[in-house]
């Protein structure tokens, strides 16, 4: 079945260190999404890809950066520069097409600094 | 920039009663507006959808929206809820061209407690 992949489910880091989360689709999706969630906040957008070799900043794309050298592929990287960055991340990705998007979510890592 | 409000955080349902979430979103254009659902460490399932045409919206589940242009809503409901629908859901408006094609806005959720 066709579906996002995002690994590890959990993740710990230490200050200081830079991780990357991997979020892998086999929909063929042209456009792939990173958001944030914390409690009480909702989703935020970070990055965004619409098509390979392209990507765009979200809302709070700071202390972060991205990759999208292939189209099933969007792996996130959080950097040192993130002052906090523990939190659920969610990756998703989208037909983007016919002005009728099907977004489909992975599960989700939880990242949390220690 | 478009928004999306959900005034209530948490909402608490004795089971087999209805159910209304709110939702107000404001954006220039006709918006694309979606309801996920959350269940507690998972990911994001997609409830229902608007783009255009018939303004009352029929989902998964036994869920329902209408959109509302005058009032800027698009109100979730089920008219008899299960033990197995609390949950978090989420309202979420679609920007760019495509309906989302630069990411959707979400609101901050509402948490659906159900009473025995």
């Known amino acids: 079945d066709g579906g996002i992949t995002q690994s590890p489910k959990y993740l710990f880091r230490k200050e200081g260190q830079n991780v990357t989360l991997s979020c892998e689709q086999n929909?063929?999706?042209?456009?792939m999404y990173w958001y944030r969630q914390d409690p009480g906040q909702g989703l935020r957008l970070i990055y965004y890809?619409?098509?390979?070799?392209?990507?765009q900043k979200g809302d709070i794309a700071e202390g972060y950066s991205v990759s999208r050298e292939k189209k099933e592929s969007f792996p996130l990287t959080v950097t040192s520069a993130q002052k906090n960055p523990t939190a659920f991340y969610l990756c998703?990705?989208?037909?983007?097409?016919?002005?009728?998007?099907?977004?489909?979510f992975g599960s989700g890592t939880r990242l949390t600094v220690v | 920039a478009q928004s999306v409000t959900q005034p209530d955080i948490h909402i608490t349902v004795s089971e087999g009663a209805s159910l209304e979430l709110r939702c107000n979103y404001s954006?220039?254009?006709?918006?694309?507006l979606f309801w996920y659902v959350q269940s507690p460490g998972q990911g994001l399932q997609l409830l229902l959808k608007?783009?255009?045409?018939?303004?009352l919206v029929q989902g998964i589940k036994g869920f329902e929206a209408e959109f509302k242009r005058s009032q800027s809503s698009f109100n979730l409901r089920k008219p008899s809820v299960h033990w197995s629908d609390a949950a978090e859901y989420f309202c979420?408006?679609?920007?760019?061209?495509?309906?989302?094609?630069?990411?959707?806005?979400f609101g901050k959720g509402t948490h659906l407690i159900i009473q025995p």
């Open positions: 998703a990705s989208s037909r983007n097409t016919g002005g009728n998007p099907g977004y489909t």
């Open positions: 929909l063929n999706h042209d456009a």
């Open positions: 890809s619409q098509i390979v070799n392209d990507f």
């Open positions: 954006y220039g254009a006709t918006p694309y």
């Open positions: 608007y783009f255009s045409g018939d303004t």
């Open positions: 979420a408006v679609g920007a760019g061209s495509g309906g989302g094609a630069d990411g959707l806005t």
